[in-house]
């Protein structure tokens, strides 16, 4: 077996993700805390409660980030936590956030910070949120705010996290605490909304700080059909794949928003993403005219919960479709749900490989943000999902680096995947990825 080294370039962003809700514990003024405990729950007696305790005390885990070899963390700000009532902005609240981003860059870790991440403060949704036009006010007015009282530590900002994963578990499926209205029509006055929140912000961020790279953490999956060469199937999943991809990336790209959503223009809206921002996952198998099925060929490997397919190629293969919009690519977030940490050494290889090939094309991939540093609060699937580096145990907050977490620790200090590292942590593709 041949050996060998895959070297990243020097400045090549090692990081992990998070946001809000999912690690800083008691966030009772968001539609998610009322949500859990609401009778009947989908959650049943699992609740967010303490979660990472990051409100508390961020340091410690960011202490462990940095033990990683990490130099880049993106994590969400809590709208409701700054803005509790409308108008109403808590300093206390920006002074903390202040702290924590102090406190990553003392540790020499560059922060990317998200504006929604799908929590809402519980007044905006009173008044409608995203079906409503008046949440683009609100949200720009909250956007210059953290912009002003944070920007000076912050170069990075995402303004939305997936959007159409967003629009779809919140409107269209009962996964997410519900709006006032949900169903297609509500849908489809959010989504533009969403567009012109983002567009808002975007601006607003701008204005503040020119410099900082401002951009959208956009879900990107792939989509097959599910019977080989079949045509209606083939042409189905192009369609899905063109409107779960596409559509938005097209939309901030030109300011048009296209058929078969809603048709017009959005002011503003036009090349407002300084890099593209990539959540990967998984790929899913599509027939014609069928939602998501939770269904996989024989011998695909699939995630705890039967969340997904591990299907690294994919990476590569969204992270080329991207190049299209000549912007700089963040993978900014990209993991699994792995308890028993089973797959997760074999997952990181196989994925950064997909990543290292792209960028020995030279195609611009600035920075990989591993999504989990600690199992945290996975929404609707509670604690049942574990995607974390270290494992948590949410009772006793005790944490413990998991043998994938190492290995993540040997790749971000050397900046590297190796052939050793494949002998050492995951036997099983050393000859996928070291042939010879
Ligand atoms: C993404 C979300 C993130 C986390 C991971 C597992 O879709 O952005 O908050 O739930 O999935």
């Known amino acids: 077996m041949a050996h060998a080294t895959m070297n990243f370039p020097s400045d090549f962003l090692w990081g992990t993700a998070t946001s809000a809700y999912q690690v800083e514990g008691n966030n009772t003024n968001s539609d998610w805390w009322p949500w859990e405990a609401a009778e009947g729950s989908i959650l049943e007696d699992q609740r967010s409660g303490r979660a990472c305790d990051w409100w508390e005390n961020a340091e410690a885990d960011l202490d462990l980030a940095a033990g990683l070899g990490t130099n880049a963390h993106r994590l969400s700000l809590e709208w409701s936590r700054i803005e509790p009532e409308p108008s109403v ?15 990553m860059h003392d540790r020499g870790i560059e922060p990317m910070v998200t504006l929604h991440h799908f929590s809402n403060p519980l007044w ?22 953290v912009a002003t009282a944070l920007g000076d530590l912050v170069p990075k900002w995402i303004t939305i996290n997936e959007p159409m994963v967003y629009i779809f578990l919140r409107y269209l499926s009962a996964d997410f ?16 909304n969403l567009l012109r929140c983002h567009a808002a912000a975007y601006h607003a961020i701008k204005e503040v700080s020119p410099a900082a790279m401002v951009g959208v953490a956009k879900n990107m999956a792939v989509f097959e059909p599910r019977r080989e060469g079949h045509l209606l199937d083939r042409w189905w999943s192009t369609e899905v794949s063109w409107a779960f991809n596409d559509w938005w990336m097209l939309a901030m790209q030109d300011g048009r928003l296209r058929w078969p959503i809603r ?33 996989w060929p024989a011998g695909a490997v699939i ?5 997904g397919e591990l299907y690294p190629a994919g990476l590569f293969r969204v992270i080329k479709h991207v190049m299209r919009y000549q912007k700089p690519i963040l993978i900014t977030e990209n993991g699994l749900p792995d308890k028993a940490d089973k797959l997760r050494s074999a997952f990181l290889l196989t994925h ?6 792209a960028v ?63 002998e050492q942590f995951a036997p099983s593709v050393m000859r996928q990825l070291f042939p010879g």
């Not at 902005?89 to 406190?103: H, K, P, T, V």
């Not at 605490?177 to 533009?192: E, I, K, V």
């Not at 090349?271 to 198998?285: C, L, S």
């Open 303 to 307: 995630s705890d919960g039967d969340y």
């Open 352 to 357: 950064l490989r997909e990543v290292w090939r």
């Open 177 to 192: 605490p519900p709006p006032q209205r949900r169903g297609t029509s509500a849908a489809r006055q959010a989504l533009p």
């Open 124 to 145: 905006l949704v009173e008044k409608g949120d995203f079906s409503s036009d008046v949440v683009v006010d609100y949200f720009k007015r909250y956007a210059s705010r």
């Open 360 to 422: 020995n094309f030279n195609w611009p991939v600035m920075g990989y943000y591993h999504w989990t540093l600690t199992d945290n609060f996975e929404w609707d699937r509670g604690w049942t999902q574990r995607f974390g580096l270290y494992s948590l145990d949410p009772e006793t907050q005790e944490r413990r680096l998991r043998r994938s977490g190492q290995l993540y620790q040997e790749i971000c200090q050397t900046g590297s995947l190796s052939s050793t590292m494949a």
């Open 263 to 295: 048709r017009g223009r959005i002011k503003h809206l036009a090349n407002t993403f300084d890099f593209v921002g990539i959540n990967y996952y998984t790929r899913y198998y599509m027939r014609f005219l069928h939602g998501l099925e939770r269904e």
């Open 89 to 103: 902005f808590n300093e206390a609240a920006l002074d903390r956030y202040r702290q924590i981003l102090q406190a």
